[in-house]
């Protein structure tokens, strides 16, 4: 097997104050998870974040990155993921670099091209095509790869100006902290598979067949297949990421998964053999993850806030193995 050992994130993003963070970050800790991931979101509740269909985001993440390294001491932290046009670079790079020392060499570095154009409307931003996006996106890993030398900066792209002035603080992991790179199509993961340390896959469709003719399987391969092809000899090392839609630890798999089907309206025939589904006892996760890292590559999973605890045992069986 060419793939590295499981390891386990959560995305916690809500908290009700300083306490109610605290002990969460300290939970995730706690049960052995390698890292806290925030989100990069903004919208508050009304009718602009229904429609952008973007999840509910108490934190802004910066800062809670910050406090999270704060309250803990081994949890990784990063956001899953920085979408580049939320951010000025050159700022981005710096607050990055802040973070990392901040946190003793802990940070995690996620960013990516962006996708909600209902979060982009709403506040005021112009939503590109993807392949600017995605070019604006490999500009800005450039600039943050050559802020992190802490050398002096001389950068000037399409997107991208930056120059007169060394990277400050250096980061404390060399030669850098990680960088995730996330998304779905062949052109993001191509240049993710080159670049990143850790490789995001966004969820496959709920779909029988995609555009392409692909079940969600075959689809879900195929996003792997381009990874693996651009990383080349890097292959064996890079860390492939992704976050199940649906993750439920239950010895009566057919009632939950008959649950969602009838309040999404997909089948369960559809939902209990897709990829992004995590669904069942904790052998039967136990062994689907196995599969997963042989047939898709995926060595890092990371849940969200509300499993912390019910997905505590599994990352009890696998972490590190």
């Known amino acids: 097997m060419d793939r590295p050992p499981f390891r386990f994130g959560v995305q916690a ?22 890292t806290l991931f925030l989100a990069d979101h903004y919208l508050g509740p009304g009718p602009a974040q229904k429609a952008a269909r973007t999840p509910r985001q108490d934190l802004a993440p910066i800062a809670a990155m910050a406090a999270a390294a704060a309250y803990t001491e081994t949890l990784r932290i990063g956001c899953r993921v920085f979408c580049v046009d939320y951010h000025v670079p050159a700022v981005l790079a710096k607050e990055a670099a802040t973070l990392d020392v901040l946190s003793d060499g802990r940070l995690e570095m996620g960013i990516g091209a962006g996708w909600s154009e209902g979060e982009y409307t709403a506040m005021g ?15 800005v890993v450039s600039l943050i790869k050559a802020h992190w030398e802490a050398e002096e900066l001389d950068y000037s792209g399409e997107f991208v100006q930056v120059r007169g002035y060394a990277g400050r603080p250096r980061p404390v992991q060399k030669p850098h902290p990680p960088i995730m790179i996330g998304g779905g199509g062949q052109r993001v993961l191509s ?4 670049e990143a340390d850790i490789v995001s896959i966004s969820t496959v469709p709920f779909v029988a067949r995609d555009a392409e003719g692909l079940d969600p399987q075959a689809a879900a391969l195929r996003r792997t297949q381009f990874v693996r092809a651009a990383a080349g000899e890097r292959y064996p090392g890079l860390d492939v990421e992704t976050s199940p839609y649906f993750t439920e630890i239950t010895d009566d798999a057919e009632d939950y998964l008959a649950t969602v089907a009838k309040s999404t309206g997909i089948a369960v025939d559809l939902l209990r053999d897709h990829p992004n589904v995590l669904v069942g006892s904790l052998e039967r996760v ?15 999973v990371t849940v969200q806030q509300a499993q912390i605890e019910s997905f505590a045992p599994v990352v009890a069986r696998l972490h590190g193995r």
């Open 13 to 34: 993003t809500n908290a009700a104050g300083q306490r109610a963070w605290r002990d969460t970050v300290r939970k995730v800790e706690d049960l052995g998870y390698s």
């Open 125 to 139: 931003l112009e939503f590109d095509r993807p392949g600017r996006r995605i070019a604006k996106l490999a500009e």
């Open 191 to 194: 240049f993710a598979g080159r």
């Open 286 to 300: 136990v062994d689907e993850l196995h599969s997963r890292r042989e047939t898709l590559g995926v060595n890092y």
